[in-house]
């Protein structure tokens, strides 16, 4: 069974850094796409990032430059290393595997960004 | 940066109703179409996949078809466990893949 687990969310102050992990089981991080997916509160579905198979990372553009996805080949974890924090970064975040559809994600962790 | 654009954003139905969500693409991306379910304090589940194709154990009254810039996703004889928010989102051949806006289905 494939299980993915988010962790390292919580309340940092804007300008501030933050790293979520996306430890997987039942698959390999680097055989897969991994994605990261967020939702304001209030709001919808938001499309953050995605590291491929090859290692290529992209972003949405009001992350770039700000937010870096790595992967953890021992640990098998895909890592969401957040920096210079804003506001408008709160928000439930998911990862995901999926090359076409996001067919087995996470259950989120919750960041918020508050002075 | 491909938009998408879903309509309508609620809609209100009762049990055993046909009901349908658009989505339009601002830009040609073939089937690369994906249409997903989401409940509060749950995962998003994926329902549809390349426009049309139903996910493994996902109920045969989803049904989603389309292609190029104009899609359409249905729920037919809707059920009262299909309360909760749908999502379309395109995979064109690069990121970002952008999610549509989400349609709120009551009943």
């Known amino acids: 069974e494939v299980r993915l687990a988010e962790s390292g969310g919580g309340l940092v102050q804007p300008g501030e850094s933050l790293r979520l992990s996306c430890a997987a089981s039942g698959i390999t991080v680097i055989n897969n796409y991994v994605h990261w997916v967020r939702q304001a509160p209030g709001k919808g579905l938001e499309w953050v990032a995605v590291?491929?198979?090859?290692?290529?990372?992209y972003y949405t553009d009001s992350v770039k430059g700000r937010f870096s996805v790595s992967r953890d080949s021992s640990k098998n974890t895909v890592s969401l290393h957040m920096d210079n924090m804003r506001v408008e970064d709160t928000g439930l975040y998911y990862c995901a595997r999926g090359q076409g559809g996001l067919y087995d994600w996470g259950q989120g962790t919750l960041v918020t960004v508050s002075s | 940066d491909i938009q998408m654009t879903q309509s309508p954003s609620s809609l209100s139905a009762s049990v055993g109703d046909r009901v349908t969500i658009t989505c339009h693409a601002t830009q040609d991306i073939s089937v690369n179409l994906n249409w997903y379910h989401h409940k509060p304090g749950t995962a998003p589940k994926l329902l549809i996949y390349?426009?049309?194709n139903l996910q493994t154990g996902v109920p045969s009254r989803f049904s989603g078809s389309g292609s190029g810039t104009d899609f359409s996703f249905t729920i037919a004889n809707l059920q009262p466990e299909d309360v909760g928010t749908y999502y379309c989102?395109?995979?064109?051949?690069?990121?970002?893949?952008?999610f549509g806006q989400g349609t709120k289905v009551e009943i």
């Open positions: 590291v491929y198979t090859a290692g290529s990372t």
């Open positions: 989102q395109q995979y064109d051949i690069l990121p970002p893949y952008t």
């Open positions: 390349d426009a049309s």
